[in-house]
């Protein structure tokens, strides 16, 4: 058997930081939903009372707002985990900021809605096939890298530049009337919703559309609200409609940072494990193998090195979409109790096990090593032009998070999962 085994060692410096960087996003639940429509209705009532009411002008508007974004996003780069007030104060902000972009295109440069529309499209989709080709997965779940947050954050301020091109180009043409444009809107999140939990809809897919869609509704929810009644609103004005939208979005943050129902929270098998002082933590990765003899060679050689506590992580191999988590991990449990006995023979003490319910080797690893403090980490995977779901730089981006990484990779034929 031709065996490949090589090792990659990173300086150990930034491996604090690594672990201690948490999820920097809430949980999509009904809050997170409801915080954003209110969020995209105070970016298209606030820019209009600053504009209009204030006299400030677009232009003027547009630098003071761009320079707050810029203050919230420092602070919420800073943060190492997610913290509501920080986030959708960013978020409010940059709602402000997309729908400016948008209007200094059209008012001040004369640049048509059409065009603008298909521009926003186009820079949203360089910037999700930028995000792809550098972490191969658009999730918002584990946006726990600093380089994922910039995606997520890029990926945002263009969702709300095209939502406010868009629904303003609907509304241009198809004049409906607030009440009516933002029931059609609606109904749109509807199909997406229905389509994802009838029809499996990507998760990631249908989250993203979602995301745009609830831009145009909250406009057309404050347009609704603000505008004078002889023009189809209730009147109230950009003052107190924005009053009342952002003492909401307060109460509910407030809520939320008490509460932290909206925090992704690790599960029991993913708490820090208690460990002695005098032994390393060894993290061995089955990433679509089996304990194939290279992996065992390895856990042997590594017991010999010192005193070490393993735990071997099997990536789901049940789960073919790539960026979504599955329930059914039962291949997994096949490879984990067949791996099991081999590798606690081969370490000489006992090896820890699970099966995580991801298929992302990565993502899996970085959670793990952000709950748990590991020194080593052996990676046991496929070739790369046989590993369908592989990261090709898989070895060196676990190395990039401060661990010492040995990869054994095995011919395909020896290391498939059980059937």
Known sequence: ???ITHETTHDGSDRHWSR?????????TLYFWVIKILCTTVGETAAD????NLN??????????GALLLVALFFQFRNREYKPGIYWLAVVLISVVGTLI??????????ALETTTIAFSIALAITFAAWYASEKTLSIHTIVTT??????WLAILFTFALGTAAGDLAAERLSLGYWPSALIFAGLIGVVALAHFRFNLNAVLAFWIAYILTRPLGASIGDYMSQATKDGGLGLGTTVTSVIFLATILALVVYL??????????????????????????????????ATPALIEAVRERAAAGPARFVLLVPNPDHLVFDRV??????????????????TKAAGTEVEGRVAHSPNAYDVVAAEIEANVYDDVILSTLPHHVSHWLHIDLPSRLGDLGLSVRTVTAPHERAAVPA
């Open 1 to 3: 058997m031709t065996t």
């Open 20 to 28: 201690k960087m948490l999820n920097k996003v809430p949980e999509v």
């Open 49 to 52: 009372f600053l504009n209009s």
């Open 56 to 65: 400030f002008g677009l232009t003027n508007t547009t630098y003071l707002m």
């Open 102 to 111: 948008t209007d200094n295109l059209v008012d001040n440069f004369g640049v």
């Open 147 to 152: 380089r994922r947050e910039g995606f997520y």
């Open 257 to 290: 940072t008490v509460t932290r129902r909206d925090v992704i929270e690790l599960d029991a098998s993913e708490q820090p494990h208690a460990r002695h002082s005098d032994e390393a933590s060894v993290l061995i990765v089955a990433n679509k193998t089996a």
């Open 326 to 343: 599955g329930q059914d991990i039962t291949h997994g449990e096949q490879v984990l109790a067949l791996a099991l006995p081999l590798l």
